[in-house]
């Protein structure tokens, strides 16, 4: 210990504490609960993508420190996948990097984007790791929060123009998002991409979810609207699209001067990292559409029967347009804390999930909602719908 009453942990991390999926997950294993908190898949990806790694690492390619932006392979499957899906166009070699994770891609942008005291406009809730990388850089973070409106939770384009300064660095953006499901539509994209051009914001865009819309909804990248190219940073990742979270294989793509400043903070961070993986994931990269058509379709089913399994067991379901999470309302259950029904949930019905309040500075915007992941096995969604309606 030091000898001043000074605390260890600085100020900047100081508020953040322990990540409630830690707790929760402890829960789970301590009551012998189904897990839907944490959003992690319990099956693994495609076999052939399995054999890839086992492949490369077999060969020696990636068993020591990759070049620093990732390996070509990649680079350029990252690149082809952006070209075939959206039409964007970006070189392999100055427009994009591969990084640990989408987490380190968004840390790694914050940090070499921010100065100290910039403001930086997320919509509200946010994905747990934004508001600590926020405060890593410096930054000062402006929620928007998205609010149930017909179904669905929405952004309120006023409520977003108004939160807008001069001390606004960029926007942080995540469609499909988590946890709410809303994937946003052309028109608020449109908008978002008006403002961003008007004011001269840069953009950072969280589309992990890309490949994980349903029904009629679309994916649009933002860089795909006009005047967006330059201005964003957009974040990828294989985690789950191919259901590998634990590789942590992520990618930017943007323009030269935004690679070139993001890459700046990642080379002090991680410099590399998943060598063997990184091979693989170009291979996945190139799965037939067929791949992608049975994954949506798949997770869709698994949408349904937790959606359905919530409903019957009486909350109020906002049904995910996006991402493999629902987000329920449990007022209607006669309850209005969602750490307290969290917490409880475990001894009454054998199932954890999250209160989405963790995800928000306004906790009481936050308070009623409750987050369940569904991506897992079939007969798991169904046995925990069914532990919820006996509850
Ligand atoms: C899971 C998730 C991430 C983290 O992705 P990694 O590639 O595992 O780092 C980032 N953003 C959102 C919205 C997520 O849900």
């Not at 969602?338 to 308070?367: H, K, S, T």
């Amino acid at each position: 210990m030091t000898s001043t009453a000074r605390p260890l942990l600085n100020r900047r991390l100081a508020e953040f504490g322990t990540t409630i999926f830690a707790e929760m997950s402890a829960l789970a294993v301590a009551t012998g609960s189904i897990n839907l908190g944490q959003g992690f898949p319990d099956t693994d990806g495609p076999e052939e993508v399995r054999e890839a790694a086992v492949r490369a690492l077999r060969d020696g390619r990636g068993n020591q420190y990759p070049p620093g932006p990732g390996v070509p392979e990649l680079r350029t499957a990252i690149a082809a996948h952006q070209e075939r899906r959206y039409g964007l166009s970006y070189d392999p070699d100055t427009e994009v990097l591969v990084t640990a994770g989408a987490t380190e891609a968004v840390a790694a942008a914050l940090l070499a984007l921010l100065e100290p005291g910039d403001e930086v406009v997320a919509l509200e809730p946010y994905y747990d790791s934004y508001a600590a990388s926020i405060a890593l850089a410096g930054g000062r973070r402006v929620p928007v929060t998205l609010r149930p409106h017909e179904g669905s939770f929405r952004l309120d384009l006023d409520e977003l123009r108004a939160a807008v300064t001069d001390r606004t660095r960029l926007l942080l953006v995540n469609t499909p998002h988590n946890p709410t499901g809303t994937v946003l539509t052309r028109a608020e994209l449109a908008a978002i991409a008006d403002l961003a051009v008007e004011r001269d914001l840069l953009v950072v865009t969280d589309e992990v979810y890309e490949h994980l819309v349903f029904d009629d909804a679309e994916h649009l990248p933002l860089a795909t609207f006009p005047g967006m190219r330059e201005r964003t940073v957009t974040i990828g990742s294989a985690g789950k699209t191919y259901s590998f979270t634990g590789w942590k294989v992520g990618w930017v793509t943007a323009a030269p001067a935004l690679v070139s400043a993001v890459r700046a903070a990642k080379q002090f961070l991680t410099y590399v990292s998943s060598g063997p993986f990184q091979y693989a994931v170009a291979e996945a990269l190139a799965l037939p559409d067929s791949y992608y058509d049975a994954f949506r379709r798949s997770m869709r089913e698994r949408r349904d029967i937790l959606s359905a399994g919530l409903t019957a067991a009486g909350f109020e379901v906002f049904r995910p347009a996006g991402t493999y999470f629902v987000t329920t309302d449990i007022r209607p259950l006669g309850e209005k804390d969602g750490f307290a029904f969290c917490r409880a949930l475990p001894e009454r019905a054998g199932v954890v999930a999250i209160p989405n309040a963790v995800f928000y500075d306004d906790r009481e915007a936050g308070a009623p909602f409750v987050r369940f992941a569904f991506c897992k096995r079939e007969d798991v969604l169904r046995e925990a719908a069914e532990r919820l309606r006996a509850m």
